[in-house]
């Protein structure tokens, strides 16, 4: 009886294989493939924060503002226009004869329908806090409405980016949000309309035809899958073997050796993200600790190779940064002090503050091991013993809350916001309301925040030099370098790499 | 040729007729000499912790020591490879093959470790619920089943996650894990052996319950814990390399076989050596201890005979 | 055809780390059809594996090294493997073995197993007509309810039908000798009466010749009208079975003649005391819960029903009963091994279980039957007898070995075996190592299970005399439990007769034996087949 | 019974664990957010009660059958569960299926020639299946068969030829053990008692291993296969997740970085019951084969 089940159960097997051998889609059925490492399991961005959210929503979504590419500006998109009218207060014009996936207009109620729905979606947390700036939003006219602020926002565009519109009445009404109207299906205007969706598994689009011409411009291919693969080999192994045109996030060794392949290309071009130490400078961990005295935290700053590592790990246009954002933001301000790589400078820094045996340091890191461990290993030589812990985010974001680290190794990507507000907002917050900020100097916090309270585009760079300089000075972090974006594609496609390093993967053409 | 007839000598020679009338370790002994599976396990693991133990101390290259203008050197015998690093560099410019020799020790003291941890926890449940049974053997049972049908790797994952990872709490974590196998042997020997008549006359000689499980039953389950303890080790040093597959192991920059092969990874198709040394290494390591407790496990299985 | 079988100077060697090591040589033996031979020798005299070497069964180590079998002019050593097993294994030689419980496939019905054992020699027959033939195998062997039984599977039968049905198995195929190894040893005895019976009626009746192995002569006698006997692997003695009775020709024939006519003889010197009630069990029930089954519910199994007796001081008392009446289940309860549900067990006046571990050990000590598992293998021979020692905690480390020597040479062992192991030891050595350790506390009472059932009868012999001078020496109490009425009969003085766990009779030995009142201890004895010794006394 | 306990046990320490270890509240709120966010999040969910509160209020809209909502797919998660249970059944079945192919012949093999050459090399085979990683087997059977020589599909889990790569990796992990198994049991099976009787009755070869030892020797590996299959359900975390195949053991790795307690709950759960079920059938299948144990 069970051998008569086995060999049915393999006819069976082989059958099926027979009939369903895989299609590979190419240029010659107008279908890109590409790759993410990350699952997609929603469609509406709102609902998720992560980069490949909003890759994807800024396929089939579009928003009031949009980064501009070449400039890293933000630029009207489905505003046609916009003017400030004080402080707090935004007039927005829209563009008109711009169409949802399914063929309706929009006009300015969708605009207000959508703000309304972020502000007053209260089940939702997350939410809100994508427009906790926004006191109220009124309808002007058909196609402009107006925003009042709570108070000054200097990041405003950004959100205003970062908020996709959604059609009137689809997100159900007030007192009874659907959360989950948008999940799995999407109306949007974006350049792209949903196909279908398998969560976790692939997206699959194919371009709207009645796009309007905004900045993002026309796509050229026709039918995009975005697939979920989490294993980096398997990726290549599928670029190799011709199942996807596409992917990213992928580190320079990879990357070069891949390119040796003819039909592979690959682009290490730049990228908002830096990499940084935090050093909990203000003793949260416990009193005592030699990296409360800001010799040892100059000390850490001249100990690492960041040039070395820049160039040898990373590769690219990555190269060292010296202040606590990345230096093609607005605001970051450069000529802050620069510590230079002198290992001899930072033993006697060390032996100064009394410690001419180094000390033993506990440091957290999540993404980049390579790096992490160079980083070891330099501390190593002017005698800093480091025990790295690394781990995933969410423990080091546990053992943070519970002011258990005393030192991380962390990156900030910024996902294609061009504005030091974007990481300062985040790292330098009162410490009562987030717990990245382990200077313990208020004046830091009173500066890098403040920055954001006004729209006033001198006062804000004003704020952020002070700020910059001081961090610096104190050594608050240990600011590492800037990184690169490392994308493999096929041949048959050309892709520009943007100056942010976010992809921008609508505008993909056929060679 | 020199080492057999060495140990031929350990052993005295013993006439023919008199193979009945050696002492139960003798009779290890020559059976241990004769199995060929055996022999060349134990050469095997003893050659590789002699090259984890003494091998560093022949390398002037520290196995962190990094060098970053020489990262991702080829092995010697691949072209662009150089003497200085025999075995290549990993990423970060360190000496691979100081990396995987003190790998060893790092993989081995994980085995041991977590399979220690593991022995101690089954051996213990076992004897109790083998020798007490009734509702004692029941509610260990519970717990087996509870630990069989819970998903290992994902607890595994679950506790290094909760505690943070360290070489001990992996070794904990893991041997935690590894529990199973201890308890179903030692509870169904201790089972057989409590009801042989040198129990019941050591019951009836006065012998506490103690010194019935120490004296009476732990001699006679030491040999099956023995074998399962080498394939444990086994076992544990792969439960290692999966956790650090999946970023929960052991921490970077200490060079466990488990931890390079997962940072060789992505640099499989074109360093490949990078995962395939020490995947080599992690093979004749789990090989060897595999042939090793197979062999004492025919040798020390009373009912095979002498060949 | 003359001859049917004859096998020449056969030859069987062991294969060791240092070459061959012969066990069976010069073994010779002709078959006439139709005849009976049975073969005699204790255990490891080779006996069976000569028998294994016609059938090539023998164990994977084990080989024929030389000699030849000859069946009908055709040499069966030479014979290609298919060949052999397809003209002769169950067609011409068939085999039937000691272990009835475990020598039928638990997982198949007997219908099927008879029946796949007929079409393994006969090739396309119909279901119908093969299932036709197990059946009338089945009535053959004289089982009753023959349709359930083929449905049954082996675990459902009991040991004495399990027997038969392998004799059915042996048989279907009707071939022209049956090689019988051991067939009633593990059966009760009333059972292996009748089984002795079957066989001899179905050899009439198929016609075939018999060779019948066992180390009871008294069985053989039974069965054989020729009988070999074997010693360390040679044949010392045959010839027709009346003669060898009579007058054996060789001592070793005539030792394992004396042993039996000593015990059929029984003891006249039974040692007594005064009748003071050293032990006295009262209305003890034991029951034990049989594990569980998946799709059954829990059963409970009555070991022992309301037993009770009474024991006298340096009496010796017999507690006799077949397999699973509860006999064993009585000795471990007085004890202390196992707890009564009920009744009250008083030694000395005193309740058994107010005893403490230490005081009970100084006056109950156990024997057990099996020599193999009586000894802890990890412990030398040395460590084990002192041991009672070691736990009373009372003596210094000298006085422990003097005792343990002492010992050993009251045991009649050599003071060097002080250090060895007990796999070093024969099963007659270990039995007295037992004894050893029993009496180094000097207990008040013995409990001896079975202490001879597991040894060849000239060991068994040595060891009733060993007991007999102890319990004359140091005049200990002494209870012994057994299924053999002869060797209750050499030791004890009042006998109980148990079933079911009931005691069915009780009395005085000489009483019980000679003048049975229930009808099972009458059966029990007419199944025991006895050599009497003849006339002339060859003892003295 | 037994199972409710056990199960009811795993998810009760899967549930402490969890909570332990990962602040739901801050994994609900997302890794960007603020300390006030975090707390209005625990507030809004709950999370500031006690755990033991939390678990009872859990297990009673479970047996409601309300399996609660994922925080991190945001989804019931029961709709979660049927969308990814068919590709691990698929390729746990294919994987047992592949074990059984692999290791029974082998086992066989072994046990009808034991110390020779074939026996050693089946160990040989055995052990290194069982020393090799399942990672690194994953990754260069996709060097091997999809690209070096594109015969199967890299990644994903359209159709049933997607499966067969990672069922091959999956079920090589257990061919060890049940091949040895199969090889131990077949050998003490051959030095049964009722095997001698069959021989003596005529039956050799082949016949005798089918017709008599077969059935008896698959006992144990019936049980050990039902262990084996119940493992894969839970298990296939690093083969699912080297062939993108989106099953549950991907959703219980992602689940469990992402502290999504409803989700790693009831994958637990249902791990720890689909285990014991498939123990309970082994029982059943045993008992079919042995009738001893009825």
Redesign the interface.
């Known amino acids: 009886m069970n051998k008569t089940a086995i060999s049915l159960l393999s006819l069976i097997s082989i059958f099926f294989s027979i009939i369903c051998s895989s299609l590979f889609a190419d240029k010659s059925d107008d279908t890109l493939v590409i790759a993410f490492k990350r699952e997609i399991t929603n469609l509406d961005y709102h609902y998720g924060t992560k980069t490949e959210y909003l890759i994807l929503a800024d396929m089939i979504d579009d928003s009031l503002f949009y980064v501009e590419n070449d400039n890293l500006s933000y630029v009207p998109s489905l505003a046609s226009d916009y003017k400030v009218v004080n402080d707090v207060t935004l007039d927005v014009n829209l563009k008109k004869g711009v169409k949802f996936h399914d063929g309706a207009e929009m006009t300015a109620d969708d605009v207000v329908y959508t703000y309304n729905f972020i502000i007053k979606n209260d089940k939702n947390r997350r939410h809100t806090k994508l427009a906790s700036w926004l006191k109220n939003i009124e309808k002007t006219g058909p196609y402009s409405v107006r925003f009042n602020l709570k108070e000054p926002y200097a990041n405003l565009y950004n959100d205003l980016y970062r908020i996709k519109i959604r059609k009137n009445g689809i997100m159900g009404t007030e007192g009874n949000w659907d959360d989950n109207a948008q999940a799995n299906s999407l109306i949007g205007v974006g350049p792209y309309k949903v196909v279908s969706f398998d969560p976790g598994v692939e997206v699959v689009l194919e371009r709207n035809e009645e796009y309007f011409d905004g900045p993002k411009g026309k796509p050229a291919i026709k039918n995009m899958i975005v697939r979920s693969i989490p294993d980096m080999g398997t990726q290549q192994a599928e670029l190799m073997s011709g199942g996807i045109h596409w992917m990213y996030n992928v580190k320079k060794d990879v990357g070069e050796s891949m390119a040796k392949n003819d039909r592979i290309n690959y682009q290490l071009g730049p990228s908002l993200r830096i990499g940084f130490l935090v050093l909990d400078a203000a003793g949260f961990t416990g009193d005592g600790h030699p990296i409360t005295d800001v010799r040892v935290r100059r000390a850490l700053n001249h100990a690492i190779n960041r040039e070395s590592i820049a160039k040898n790990l990373i590769g690219g246009p990555a190269n060292v940064v010296h202040t606590a954002c990345n230096p093609v933001v607005f605001g970051c301000f450069q000529d802050v002090t620069k510590y230079e790589y002198n290992p001899e400078k930072a033993i006697a820094l060390l032996t100064e503050a009394g410690y001419p045996s180094g000390f033993e340091l506990e440091l957290w890191s999540y993404r980049d091991k390579e790096a992490a461990q160079a980083i070891v290993s330099d501390l190593g030589k002017v005698g800093i013993k480091v025990n790295l812990k690394h781990g995933k985010l969410a423990g080091l974001n546990k053992a943070r809350k519970e002011r258990k680290i005393r030192a991380y190794f962390g990156t900030w990507g910024s996902s294609a916001s061009p504005d030091t507000a974007t990481i300062s907002n985040i790292h330098w917050r009162d410490p009562s309301k987030g717990d990245r900020n382990l200077s313990g100097d208020p004046k830091v916090n009173e500066l890098m925040i403040g920055a954001e309270r006004t729209l006033n585009i001198d006062e804000r760079k004003k704020l952020y030099a002070e700020g910059l300089k001081l961090i610096a000075d104190q050594a608050y972090w240990v600011p590492l370098w800037s990184y690169s974006e490392g994308v493999l594609s096929s041949q048959d496609i050309v892709f520009n790499q943007d100056a942010d390093g976010y992809p921008r993967v609508w505008g993909i053409s056929w060679r | 040729m020199i080492l057999k007839t060495f140990i031929k000598r350990l052993v005295p020679r013993v006439l023919?007729?008199d193979?009945?009338?050696?002492?139960?370790k003798t009779v290890v002994l020559?059976k241990a000499i004769?199995h060929s599976?055996f022999k060349f396990g134990l050469l095997l693991f003893i050659s590789i912790i002699l090259l984890g133990i003494l091998g560093p101390f022949f390398l002037d290259i520290s196995p962190?020591?990094?060098d970053?203008?020489k990262?991702?050197l080829p092995p010697v015998w691949i072209e662009g490879g150089s003497w200085d690093h025999l075995l290549g560099t990993d990423?970060?410019?360190r000496d691979y093959l100081s990396r995987i020799l003190s790998g060893t020790r790092i993989s081995l003291t994980i085995g041991i470790g977590a399979a220690l941890v593991g022995m101690v926890i089954g051996v213990t449940l076992g004897v109790i619920a083998g020798y007490f049974g009734g509702w004692i053997d029941q509610f260990v049972n519970?717990i087996l089943?509870?630990q069989?049908?819970?998903?290992?790797?994902?607890?595994a994952?679950?506790?290094v996650?909760?505690i943070?990872?360290s070489i001990p709490v992996v070794i904990i974590v893991i041997g935690c894990l590894h529990w199973t196998l201890f308890l179903v042997v030692t509870r169904s020997v201790t089972k057989r052996i409590a009801k042989?008549?040198?129990v019941?006359?050591?019951?009836?000689?006065?012998?506490?319950k103690l010194?019935i499980i120490i004296?009476?039953i732990l001699?006679?389950i030491i040999n099956q814990i023995i074998v399962i303890f080498t394939l444990e080790v086994?076992v544990a040093i792969?439960a290692e390399?999966?956790l650090s597959?999946?970023?929960?192991g052991i921490?970077?920059?200490t060079p466990s076989w488990?931890l390079l092969?997962a940072?060789g990874?992505?640099?499989?198709?074109?360093?490949p050596w990078l995962?395939v040394l020490p995947?080599i290494a992690?093979?004749l390591l789990?090989?060897s201890i595999?042939?090793l407790g197979?062999g004492l496990r025919d040798i020390m299985d009373p009912k095979s005979?002498?060949? | 055809m003359s001859y049917s079988l004859i096998i020449n100077n056969l030859e069987i060697s062991v294969k060791s780390l240092i070459g061959y090591k012969k066990i069976v040589s010069d073994f010779n033996l002709t078959l006439h059809p139709g005849r009976k031979l049975g073969i005699v020798g204790e255990s490891g005299s080779g006996k069976t594996l000569s028998m294994l070497a016609l059938n090539r069964l023998l164990p994977s180590q084990i080989e024929v090294t030389g000699g030849s079998i000859f069946f009908n002019n055709k040499n069966l050593n030479n014979m290609e493997k298919k060949e052999f097993y397809r003209e002769f294994s169950g067609k011409k030689i068939s085999m039937i073995f000691q272990e009835p419980m475990t020598a039928l496939n638990p997982v198949y019905t007997i219908g099927k197993q008879l029946r796949q054992a007929f079409l393994i020699h006969n090739k396309g027959i119909s279901k119908k007509l093969s299932e036709e033939r197990a059946r009338s195998m089945l009535d053959a062997v004289k089982l009753n309810r023959i349709e359930e039984r083929m449905r049954q599977y082996p675990h459902q039968l009991s040991g004495g039908q399990r027997q038969r049905v392998l004799i059915a198995l042996a048989l279907i195929n009707e071939p022209e000798i049956l090689i019988a190894d051991e067939p009633t040893t593990a059966l009760d005895v009333t059972v292996q009466k009748e089984i002795l019976e079957l066989i001899n009626e179905l050899c009439l009746n198929f016609k075939m010749s018999l060779i019948f192995i066992s180390h009871d002569l008294g069985v053989i006698s039974k069965v054989s009208d020729e009988i070999i006997v074997m010693k360390d692997g040679k044949i010392i003695e045959e010839g027709l079975t009346k003669k060898i009775l009579k007058s054996p020709k060789k001592d070793y024939t005539l030792g394992l003649l004396k042993c039996l006519w000593k015990l059929e003889k029984g003891n006249p010197s039974l040692y007594t005391d005064k009748e003071v009630p050293f032990i006295e069990v009262k209305n003890i029930n034991k029951e034990y819960q049989l594990p569980n089954r998946l799709f059954s519910k829990r059963k409970k199994l009555s070991a022992v029903e309301d037993v009770s007796f009474s024991v006298f001081k340096g009496e010796s008392v017999a507690i006799v009963g077949e397999s699973g009446s509860g006999k064993t289940t009585i000795a471990k309860i007085i004890n202390g091994l196992e707890y009564p549900d009920s009744g009250e067990i008083l030694i000395n006046n005193c309740p058994i279980n107010k005893i403490d571990l230490f005081e009970r050990a100084r006056l109950i000590q156990p024997i057990f039957q099996d020599p193999y598992s009586t000894l802890n293998p990890n412990h030398t021979i040395g460590y084990v007898i002192s041991r009672p020692l070691i736990i009373q905690k009372r003596f210094s480390s000298k006085e422990i070995y003097h005792n343990a020597i002492k010992m050993l040479k009251l045991v009649e062992l050599p003071a060097t075996f002080f250090y060895r192991f007990p796999n070093q030891l024969s099963g007659g050595q270990r039995q007295r190592v037992s004894i050893a350790r029993a009496l180094i506390l000097e207990p008040q009472l013995l409990i001896c299970d079975e202490p001879t059932s597991a040894l060849d009868v000239t060991i068994q012999d040595q060891i009733l005399d060993l007991l007999e001078n102890l319990k004359k020496k140091l005049s200990i109490t002494i209870i012994i439990i057994s299924h053999d009425i002869s060797v209750v009969k050499y030791l004890s003085k009042r006998i109980l007769v148990i079933k079911d766990g009931k005691i069915v009779e009780s009395g005085f030995t000489k009483e019980v034996l000679e003048n049975p009142q229930s009808s099972y201890t009458k059966e029990l004895l007419s199944s025991v087949f006895r050599i009497f010794p003849p006339k002339r006394n060859f003892i003295n | 019974m037994v199972v409710i306990a056990v199960a009811l046990t795993l998810s009760f320490i899967t549930f402490f664990l969890l909570n332990v270890a990962i602040d739901p509240a801050q994994a609900v709120a997302g890794e960007e957010a603020e300390a006030l966010e975090i707390e209005q999040v625990r507030q809004q969910y709950g999370f500031d009660r006690p755990i033991l509160i939390r678990y009872f209020e859990w297990f009673k809209a479970v047996l409601t059958g309300d399996l609660g909502i994922s925080y991190y797919w945001n989804k019931p998660v029961g709709s979660l569960l049927l969308e990814r249970a068919p590709e691990t059944i698929t390729l746990a079945l294919m994987s047992v299926m592949v074990t059984i192919f692999i290791a029974i012949p082998l086992g066989i093999c072994a046990a009808i020639n034991p110390n020779s050459v074939i026996d050693r090399m089946c160990l040989g085979v055995a052990v290194s299946f069982q020393a090799i990683p399942n990672f690194w087997l994953g990754l260069v059977m996709i060097i091997i068969f999809s690209v070096t020589f594109p015969i199967f599909p890299v990644s994903g889990d359209k159709t049933y030829f997607h499966f067969i790569l990672p069922s091959i990796v999956l079920g090589a992990s257990s061919v060890p053990p049940v091949m040895r198994l199969m090889r131990t049991g077949l050998l003490d099976v051959m030095e049964a008692d009722y095997i001698r009787t069959a021989r003596s009755n005529g039956f050799f070869g082949w016949k005798l291993i089918l017709n008599h030892a077969m059935r008896n020797a698959l006992l144990p590996v019936v049980s050990v296969l039902a262990v084996q299959l119940g493992h894969k359900f839970g298990g296939s975390v690093i083969t699912e997740s080297v062939f993108s195949i989106n099953g549950l053991g991907r959703l219980a790795l992602e689940s469990i970085l992402g502290a999504d307690i409803p989700t790693v709950q009831i994958l637990v759960f249902v791990f720890a019951f689909t285990f014991l079920i498939l123990n309970l059938l082994a029982d059943i299948l045993n008992a079919y084969l042995d009738p001893r144990l009825r």
């Open positions: 023919e007729d193979i009945s009338l050696l002492s139960p020559r004769s599976g962190y020591q990094q970053l203008d990262r991702l990423g970060n410019g519970y089943t509870c069989l049908a819970l998903p290992g790797l994902l607890l994952m679950t506790l996650f909760l943070g990872p042989l008549d040198f019941s006359a050591s019951n009836a000689i006065g012998a506490t010194q004296q009476d001699p006679g086994g792969l390399a999966s597959f999946l970023g929960v921490q970077p920059p488990g092969i940072e990874k992505e640099a499989i198709f074109f360093q995962i995947g992690l093979f789990v090989v595999n042939m197979d005979k002498l060949e």
